[in-house]
């Protein structure tokens, strides 16, 4: 089916939802979208797995229901990337989708704005693949360039990514294997790779939570930086064990014909990683993801990271 055709519409688009013991947010974010799409789809990850029932999760995902959405469960934690798969088959084989974390926040005119950027760069005479909001949480989404007087991007995060129909068709699955960190662009480069473009909406913004916030201390006293505190932010201790193993899955699975792409973002993430063990609280048990990360990744391992090393990270946040 053309774009064009496809995209004639925010309602012929289908919202899915990846949720893991959700908060009320993710509430908020449902009852937004419903008067935007056809659909609304929730793909609950496994939140009550395990023997260990959430009972305020339950109540949301049962409240997300009861306002019209569709709840999915997975009886396991099977990882953001099934949850995405799930939530696209659910959504059936002529509809387009629109992804979002839990956490995202939208205007009342998100869907709408993405929709038309992708109908008018269709029509203009490009393949449009993806299209992602201009800015997440404050912050301009970075672009590499223009066609048509549309703004390219690279690889926008999977939160608030209209993916249409034959984008879908044309590029498969969310890539399982790599379970968390790296599947938004594991995918968008793929989408690049079948000749696809990836475009940036204008004007919108998505509201998303990038991680805590820290601000270190030396003495006592906040660390100054250039006359200003310093802060970062950061991810949970068993993320970095996902962020440093993907990083090497992905520079095999990308890298051969990117080495510009594969050095810039291994030191991006080796940046990171150094920032956070030096100066972020629980710098034994992050240090041990990153070397059980490098460990696995060289070793080409897959999947759900090791039980019994997640247990400890837990354990020792």
């Known amino acids: 089916m053309p774009v064009a055709a496809e995209m004639a519409g925010a309602a012929e688009v289908v919202a899915v939802v990846t949720a893991f013991r959700p908060g009320e947010r993710m509430l908020d974010l449902v009852r937004s979208l419903l008067p935007q799409v056809a659909r609304v789809i929730v793909v609950d990850d496994g939140s009550s797995a395990g023997g260990s029932p ?14 019209g959405a569709a ?21 059936g084989s002529t509809a387009s989708v629109i992804t979002f974390d839990q956490d ?33 949480e404050g912050l301009p989404s970075p672009a590499t360039g223009q066609s048509h007087g549309f703004a390219l991007a690279e690889a926008p995060i999977q939160s608030g990514l209209l993916i249409p129909r034959s984008t879908i068709d044309a590029v498969g699955r969310f890539a399982e294997p790599l379970f968390i ?34 601000t270190p201390t030396l003495f006592g006293h906040p660390l100054v930086v250039g006359g200003q505190p310093f802060s970062l932010v950061h991810s949970a201790t068993f993320r ?11 520079n095999r699975m990308h890298g051969r014909g990117r080495l510009r792409w594969a050095v810039r973002e291994t030191v991006a993430d080796l940046r990171h990683c150094t920032i956070a063990v030096a100066l972020v609280p ?13 460990r696995d990744g060289w070793a080409g391992r897959t999947g759900r990271i090791p039980a019994a090393l997640e247990q400890r990270l837990r354990e020792r946040p």
């Open 104 to 136: 995202s926040r939208i205007t009342p005119d998100f869907v709408a704005a993405l929709v038309t950027t992708a109908r008018e760069a269709a029509a203009a005479g490009l393949r449009v693949g993806l299209v992602a909001p201009a800015a997440v």
């Open 240 to 250: 970095y064990y996902y962020l440093v193993r993907n990083r090497i899955l992905m």
């Open 282 to 294: 629980g710098r034994a048990a992050r240090a041990r993801a990153v070397l059980a990360g490098f």
């Open 71 to 91: 709840v999915v469960h997975h009886p396991t934690n099977r990882g953001i990337a099934a949850a995405l798969n799930t939530g696209v088959l659910a959504a």
């Open 54 to 67: 959430d009972d305020a999760s339950d109540a949301v995902l049962a409240a997300a229901g009861a306002a």
């Open 181 to 214: 960190d790296c599947v938004d662009t594991d995918f968008a480069l793929r989408t690049r790779e079948a000749g696809l473009v990836v475009l940036l909406a204008p004007g919108t913004r998505l509201g998303h939570s990038l991680g805590r916030r820290h």
